[in-house]
C-alpha cells in the first residue's frame, strides 16, 4: 500500500510539496484521475483521486476519509536525552515511529553531552516512517527541554516512568509490571543520556510522581533503552 503525506489541506482539498510530488509523479509515474492514500499526520487516511499530477506540486481532491487510522489504545511521550552521536537518536526515532510513539522529547540535563538539538531532519524521518509502518498519525517532535521543565509540564493523570540505575537505592520493578500496575492511557517514559541522570535529577523525577523502572538485566544504550521501552509498552497493548 503506497502512501503520501500532506498537511496542506483546504477543504477537500490536498496540496503536496516537491517533494512529496516528484515521488508521485516521477518515481511512482501516478496520474490524474490515479487515485492515491495520503495521511495528514493527525490520524486521517483520505482515498483521493489525482487532479493535477505536477511534479512541482501535485494536487488532489479527498475521496472518502478514515479517521483514526492505524491508532492504538495509547498515547505514549518518550522523553530522551539526545545521544552524543545525532545519528543514534535519529535512528531511535525512527524505529519508535514504525512500532508506536506520539511524542518524542529531547530533554537536557546535566551530563546530556549534545546541548544543541535540531528537529527539522528528524520531522521528515518520522513522516517517511510513519508512511513505511502504515500509519496516519506522524509523531510530535518537540523542541529540546531541560528536563525539569519537562518534569514539571507532565500531567498529573499519566503513568510515569523513570528509567534510572539508583544504585540501589531506590526499589525499581519493570517497565511491563508498571504498565500492568496502571489503568492510565497516558504513558511518560524518561530516558537519559550516556552518563544517566544526576542524583538531583532522579530525585527531582520521584518527587513529581515518576515511577523508577528497569528495562532487563543488560546495560543498555540510551537509544537502545528507549526503543526497548516502546516495544514493551506496544506489546503490553497490541500484541
Not at 546535566?110 to 535540531?118: G, L, N, T
Not at 550516556?194 to 546495560?219: K, M, T, Y
Request: aromatic share 6%; glycine share 6%.
Amino acid at each position: 500500500m503506497e502512501l503520501f503525506y500532506s498537511k496542506d489541506i483546504r477543504g477537500s482539498q490536498v496540496l503536496f510539496d516537491k517533494d512529496e510530488s516528484v515521488h508521485m509523479v516521477r518515481v511512482l509515474r501516478h496520474r490524474e484521475g490515479d487515485v492515491v492514500n495520503v495521511i495528514d499526520g493527525c490520524g486521517t487516511l483520505m482515498e483521493c483521486r489525482l487532479e493535477d499530477a505536477n511534479p512541482a506540486g501535485a494536487t488532489a481532491v479527498v475521496v472518502c476519509e478514515t479517521p483514526g487510522w492505524g491508532s492504538r489504545p495509547y498515547r505514549l511521550t518518550m522523553a530522551v536525552s539526545p545521544t552524543k552521536n545525532n545519528e543514534r537518536y535519529e535512528w531511535f526515532a525512527e524505529k519508535a515511529t514504525e512500532v508506536g510513539v506520539d511524542r518524542i522529547v529531547p530533554v537536557l540535563t546535566e551530563r546530556s553531552e549534545r546541548r544543541v538539538f535540531k528537529t527539522e531532519r528528524i520531522r521528515k524521518i518520522l513522516v517517511s516512517a510513519a508512511k513505511q509502518s502504515l500509519k496516519a498519525a506522524v509523531p510530535e517532535i518537540s523542541e529540546a527541554l531541560g528536563i525539569r521543565e519537562f518534569i514539571s509540564a507532565v500531567p498529573s493523570s499519566a503513568l510515569k516512568l523513570i528509567a534510572y540505575c539508583f544504585e540501589g537505592t531506590e526499589r525499581r520493578i519493570s517497565i511491563r509490571q508498571a504498565l500492568e500496575e496502571s489503568d492510565a492511557s497516558e504513558i511518560v517514559v524518561l530516558i537519559g543520556p550516556e552518563g544517566d541522570f544526576s542524583p538531583q535529577e532522579a530525585s527531582d523525577a520521584l518527587a513529581a510522581g515518576f515511577i523508577p523502572v528497569h528495562l532487563g538485566p543488560s546495560r543498555l544504550r540510551t537509544e537502545t533503552a528507549a526503543l526497548t521501552a516502546v516495544e514493551t509498552v506496544y506489546s503490553k497493548y497490541c500484541l
